[in-house]
């Protein structure tokens, strides 16, 4: 009978120990996965981060998809938590992770939204126009000008000459107000930016009209090129407006640096508070 006890409490150790490394087993794996956790958030922060910033299409969309990469392997690495700390944790961790599950879960319905902004890259889009399309087709109408002017004759050569500063002043004076109206957030100072470059426009035309008037058919033909280029230019302003006005990247920057980073933190800090407790949890199970 005693040989029975004894293999009766020899079974029960046995089984107890075999308990213990099960539940020691999975408080290891939960601390590795809620380490992970904090890893993969920070990974597709930087990657939203970068994304937002990138100059080109191709390397934009290449990041956002490697933010969506790290949030996907943040939600395995909570799918996978859960039922654990389900099964072996207290109810401190098993708050815990429901705190990261809902912060991740409002970051996740964000960044759908954001990194659809950022692939965009409409800032960047209308910056291109201005020193590509919008800067050539000045300095082409600048060249026209000079021409025009060169072959106008003595008495009307410096009449030419001012007609002709004024048109290109008025083109180089929306230039100049390009960059503004792309970094711009807010429409009423976008609309101001955009009534002055009209009055410029303006001028622009009337100085070239004149001019036009001035050298009649002496300089119609570089008169005419210039008009072509100035109206090249016009069509260009207008594309650059449009894609300025959608302002992808000042948007996505300004939601970056506000409402994610403020969830990011609300994410991590339940993500922090859910490892700390783990590892308290941890410490306990083994003295």
């Known amino acids: 009978m005693w040989r029975l006890h004894l293999a009766l409490v020899v079974l029960a150790v046995i089984g107890c120990h075999r308990r213990l490394d099960v539940a020691l087993t999975q408080q290891i794996e939960a601390q590795k996965l809620a380490a992970d956790l904090r890893v993969q958030l920070h990974g597709s922060a930087e990657a939203v981060q970068r994304s937002i910033m990138a100059d080109t299409d191709e390397s934009a969309s290449a990041f956002a998809a490697e933010a969506r990469q790290a949030s996907a392997a943040l939600e395995a690495d909570l799918a996978a938590i859960e039922p654990i700390v389900a099964q072996i944790g207290s109810q401190d961790e098993v708050r815990l992770v429901q705190d990261t599950r809902t912060a991740f879960g409002n970051l996740q319905e964000l960044d759908g939204t954001l990194l659809a902004l950022a692939v965009e890259n409409t ?3 209308a910056q291109r126009l201005s020193f590509g399309p919008a800067r050539e087709s000045a300095d082409a109408l600048r060249d026209h000008l000079d021409a025009a002017v060169r072959a106008a004759p003595s008495a ?3 009449r030419a000459q001012l ?5 290109q002043l008025g083109v180089r004076e929306i230039q100049a107000l390009q960059a ?4 711009e957030a807010e429409d009423a100072v976008m609309k101001q930016l955009e009534e002055q470059m009209a009055i410029s426009e303006s001028a622009a035309r009337a100085a070239l009209a004149d001019l036009s008037q001035l050298l009649g ?3 119609a033909a570089e008169l005419g090129a210039a008009r072509e280029q100035l109206d090249r230019f016009a069509q260009t302003q207008h594309d650059l407006l449009a894609l300025s006005h959608e302002n992808s990247d000042v948007r996505s920057l300004a939601v970056a ?6 969830l ?3 994410c991590d800090a339940a993500a922090t508070g859910l490892q700390q407790e783990l590892a308290k949890h941890g410490l306990e199970a083994t003295r």
Request: charged share 20%; no cysteine.
């Open 123 to 125: 800032n960047v889009k």
């Open 156 to 158: 009307k050569a410096l």
């Open 163 to 167: 007609l002709a500063a004024r048109a």
């Open 180 to 183: 503004p109206h792309i970094a």
């Open 217 to 219: 058919p002496t300089g």
């Open 257 to 262: 640096l506000g409402d994610r980073r403020t």
């Open 264 to 266: 990011t933190a609300a």
